[in-house]
């Protein structure tokens, strides 16, 4: 099983396009992970994909009437031949049977698609904590997760040492990672190599392997990770100047080079 690491286009925002596409393909990046582009923008984020050789994962993002929205989304998406398709999806205060309706109703769409799609674990989406999860997988066959754990950590306040039997449930319904370390008091920590991290990171990095292991034993040809650090908001910053406490763009790299020194222990 390959590995092969995304850059999200996340807090690159403030850059031209063309100058995000030649940062990541120089960085060794396999691919892009971001939301569908702009319309006006659309031809030339094809070109730049063509250009630079770089893989695509599409991000969806579900509103309003939610099967609707998922469905025109991932059809627009499927026309730029993604990897995979990454969707936010549902709501947390959904009503339970409405969240089975929709990922029933998703899981049937993705089928016709013929792409695989990963459904995030995020606060604010209907997987938005270990035991809510725990009841969808167990009653949609075919539903599939993009393991951001790192939403869980904040919501239940912990490194989830209590929940290892949904976890265990949860790392074998994963297809993608974002490869985000958070902690108990929230969804990013400031840098992941940090040393008062370790417990954090050490966390993360079991649930990673895992996963790895599991598809691997699935039959996976290949296991995607995005580095997905965010920016200010995400990113913690000196109080009276919002000015960073660490370089997003090392921060991702690090990680990046993290994923790859690990990876055949992982799979061992």
């Not at 690159?12 to 992970?33: C, D, K, N, S, V």
């Not at 008091?185 to 649930?207: C, R, S, Y």
Request: net charge negative.
């Amino acid at each position: 099983m390959n590995l092969r690491i995304f850059k999200a286009l996340w807090g690159m925002e403030h850059l031209p396009l063309e100058t995000q596409f030649r940062m990541i393909a120089e960085a060794g990046y396999a691919g892009i992970e971001a939301g569908l582009p702009d319309p006006t923008t659309e031809e030339r984020f094809r070109a730049l994909l063509k250009e630079y050789g770089l893989g695509y994962t599409s991000m969806v993002f579900t509103g309003g009437d939610h099967e609707q929205s998922f469905k025109s989304q991932v059809e627009r998406a499927a026309t730029f031949s993604p990897v995979l398709i990454n969707a936010h999806s549902a709501k947390d205060d959904m009503p339970y049977e409405q969240q089975l309706d929709f990922y029933r109703f998703a899981v049937d769409v993705e089928r016709d698609l013929g792409i695989p799609i990963a459904h995030e674990t995020h606060r604010g989406r209907a997987m938005f904590t270990p035991w809510a999860t725990e009841q969808l997988l167990k009653d949609v066959p075919g539903l599939n997760l993009c393991a951001d754990f790192s939403h869980w950590c904040t919501v239940c306040e912990s490194l989830l040492e209590n929940q290892a039997e949904r976890m265990k449930l949860a790392t074998a319904r994963s297809i993608h990672i974002h490869s985000r370390v958070g902690y108990a008091e929230g969804p990013q920590v400031n840098h992941p190599g940090a040393p008062e991290h370790a417990a954090a990171l050490a966390a993360h990095a079991d649930w990673w392997r895992d996963i790895a292991r599991n598809r691997r034993d699935q039959g996976a040809e290949q296991l995607i990770f995005v580095p997905e650090f965010g920016p200010p908001g995400y990113l913690q910053t000196l109080p009276f100047t919002n000015q960073p406490v660490s370089d997003l763009w090392e921060v991702c790299l690090w990680m990046k080079d993290y994923i790859e020194r690990n990876w055949n222990d992982w799979l061992n």
